[in-house]
């Protein structure tokens, strides 16, 4: 492990991020909202770590990164970025404490969208849109940002690549790493931009605007209203805000192949076919069982398939509140916070493409009962899932339920009520914002319990990276030449 040549690549991230906080900086100046003291101790802080381990780094001839080193920085990097994210936050008035800083710094960067905030109305506009901004950052990843515009990572970024994008198998879209990420980089935002003017064309003020639409691609929900968009009562919003959250919930691929002219590319993918009918299904069943609550078929379709939406992609944004639904919905609801968007998309969960293989190998085993001896293979759009990707996928989904079991029973040990602590859990680790209990679309997490905030913030780093590059850090063998 040459850590010397690891702390040069997180001390770059560092720097670049004292740079990003730039734009929160003229947001002040621009508002004239009196954070421009703390976002300048912030910068200057963030800059000089980064400089620090820029200089204590070493050049190496062979610029290739193994998989024990893209793990290690991706891992050490994205806690890093959190903790230096949270500076801002905890230079401000609206946090008395570091622990609730960084519980909003991580959940920012890692798209959940828990907050500890209680008065978000009430918050410097340039706090309120680096909330937002940080959101935009980690959706598509900060590690596939620097490997578009830091070239020097030559073809061994590749195990970044693979530690950092959500996706069971990271497809590249061009021969040229980098390419793809600014490829994807291109999409993102550009996608941003139409959602901002989409909204913008039906009244939102520009702030609210531009602070929604960097929160809804990456699938992130940090509004800048205390009601999140119930705030506004308009389908409008609500329908624009939708069809932006499945956009993001569909693999980034698809998207650049839908640019290139392929029309049908969304129809010819199995995942995205399965994401798209599972939300309308469940957004079907979850209006017809809310029918009594409303006045009319058209609102309860409205308020069901913008929570369904919001859940499913892992987004968490809000316009009623779920936690008074019938039953059956509830449950819908949570079983969707589990399952999650699409794999290569901003979105958390378990992803539907595992859960499609989770499914055809059960049926496998299923089918071997019957016929021992046959050989029959798992395919997913024609092609041959490899048996190595398999034991990944259904290791993957045994060590999910294990830790949000673990992390559950933790929680509750601290005093947490039962609810609370599954859908505390189950919201940081998919990534998603609100809960269940206690957490639920109409309260946040500022009253948890500091070490809860800790355990939490840890679940919202697994969820985001997959789980893996964050355990496989405990495992001794990790660290064994």
């Given at each position: 492990?040459?850590?010397?040549?690891?702390?040069?690549?997180?001390?770059i991230?560092?720097?670049f991020?004292g740079?990003?906080?730039t734009?929160?900086?003229?947001?002040?100046?621009?508002y004239?909202?009196?954070a421009q003291g703390?976002i300048v101790?912030?910068?200057?802080?963030t800059?000089?770590a980064g400089?620090?381990?820029?200089?204590?780094s070493k050049?190496?001839d062979?610029?290739y990164?193994?998989?024990k080193e893209g793990?290690?920085?991706?891992?050490?990097g994205?806690?890093?970025?959190g903790?230096?994210?949270?500076?801002?936050?905890y230079?401000?008035?609206?946090?008395?404490?570091?622990?609730d800083?960084?519980f909003e710094?991580?959940?920012?960067?890692t798209?959940?969208?828990s907050?500890?905030?209680?008065?978000?109305e009430g918050?410097?506009?340039?706090?309120?849109?680096w909330?937002?901004?940080?959101?935009?950052l980690g959706?598509?990843?900060?590690i596939?940002l620097?490997l578009?515009?830091?070239?020097?990572?030559?073809?061994g970024g590749?195990?970044l690549?693979?530690?950092?994008?959500?996706?069971?198998v990271?497809?590249?879209?061009?021969?040229?790493?980098?390419?793809?990420?600014?490829i994807?980089?291109?999409?993102?935002?550009?996608?941003?931009?139409?959602?901002?003017?989409?909204?913008?064309a039906?009244?939102?003020?520009?702030?609210?605007?531009?602070?929604?639409a960097?929160?809804?691609?990456?699938?992130?929900?940090?509004?800048?209203k205390?009601?999140?968009?119930?705030?506004?009562?308009n389908?409008y919003f609500?329908?624009v805000?939708?069809?932006?959250?499945?956009l993001a919930?569909?693999n980034f691929?698809?998207?650049?192949?839908?640019?290139r002219g392929?029309?049908?590319?969304f129809?010819?993918?199995?995942?995205?076919?399965f994401?798209?009918?599972?939300?309308?299904?469940?957004?079907?069943?979850?209006?017809?069982?809310?029918?009594?609550?409303?006045?009319s078929f058209?609102?309860?379709?409205?308020?069901?398939i913008?929570?369904v939406?919001?859940?499913?992609?892992?987004t968490?944004?809000?316009?009623?509140?779920?936690?008074k639904?019938?039953?059956l919905?509830?449950?819908?609801?949570?079983?969707?916070?589990?399952?999650?968007?699409?794999a290569g998309?901003t979105?958390?969960g378990?992803k539907c493409a595992?859960i499609?293989?989770s499914?055809?190998y059960c049926?496998r085993?299923l089918?071997k009962l019957?016929h021992p001896?046959?050989?029959?293979h798992?395919?997913?759009?024609?092609?041959?899932?490899?048996e190595?990707?398999l034991?990944s996928?259904m290791g993957?989904?045994?060590?999910?339920?294990?830790?949000?079991?673990?992390?559950?029973i933790l929680?509750a040990?601290?005093?947490?009520?039962?609810l609370?602590?599954?859908?505390?859990?189950a919201?940081c680790?998919g990534n998603?914002?609100p809960g269940?209990?206690?957490?639920?679309?109409?309260?946040?997490?500022?009253?948890l319990?500091?070490?809860?905030k800790?355990?939490l913030?840890?679940?919202?780093?697994?969820?985001?990276l997959e789980?893996?590059t964050v355990?496989i850090l405990?495992v001794?063998?990790?660290?064994?030449?």
């Open positions: 492990m040459r850590w010397p040549f690891i702390s040069r690549i997180i001390g991230l560092l720097i991020l740079f990003a906080m734009a929160p900086l003229l947001c002040s100046l621009y004239e909202d009196l703390g101790r912030s910068m200057v802080i800059l000089v400089l620090i381990l820029m200089i204590l050049r190496y062979n610029d990164i193994n998989q793990m290690t920085v991706v891992a050490l994205w806690a890093a970025i903790l230096f994210g949270a500076l801002p936050f230079f401000s008035p609206e946090f008395t404490n570091f622990t800083a960084f710094s991580v959940s920012g960067f798209t959940t969208g907050s500890v905030m209680t008065n978000i918050a410097a506009p340039s706090l309120l849109f909330r937002s901004f940080i959101q935009w959706g598509m990843g900060i596939v620097s578009a515009i830091l070239p020097f990572l030559g073809v590749i195990q690549y693979k530690a950092e994008v959500p996706s069971p990271p497809d590249k879209l061009t021969p040229r790493l980098s390419d793809s990420a600014k994807l980089w291109m999409v993102y935002a550009g996608m941003t931009l139409v959602e901002i003017i989409f909204l913008l039906g009244g939102m003020p520009v702030f609210e605007s531009v602070c929604h960097l929160t809804t691609l990456p699938t992130g929900g940090f509004s800048p205390n009601a999140s968009i119930a705030h506004y009562n389908a609500d329908y805000i939708v069809v932006f959250m499945l919930g569909i691929s698809l998207h650049y192949q839908m640019l392929k029309t049908l590319a129809w010819k993918d199995a995942e995205c076919r994401f798209i009918g599972l939300t309308l299904i469940c957004t079907l069943i979850i209006t017809l069982d809310i029918y009594t609550v409303y006045d058209k609102d309860s379709f409205r308020y069901s913008f929570q939406a919001s859940i499913i992609t892992t968490g944004f809000a316009t009623a509140d779920y936690e639904f019938p039953g919905s509830q449950v819908i609801i949570f079983i969707c916070m589990f399952i999650g968007a699409s998309s979105g958390g378990m595992r499609i293989v499914f055809k049926y085993e089918f019957i001896r046959s050989i029959s798992i395919k997913i759009n024609n092609t041959v899932i490899p190595d990707v034991r996928i993957f989904l045994v060590l999910y339920l294990l830790l949000f079991i673990t992390a559950s929680l040990g601290m005093g947490i009520d039962m609370t602590a599954f859908g505390a859990v919201s680790i998603i914002g269940f209990g206690t957490v639920g679309p109409s309260e946040n997490f500022a009253h319990p500091g070490l809860g800790w355990l913030a840890w679940c919202m780093l697994l969820g985001r789980i893996y355990i405990f001794p063998e990790f660290w064994k030449k």
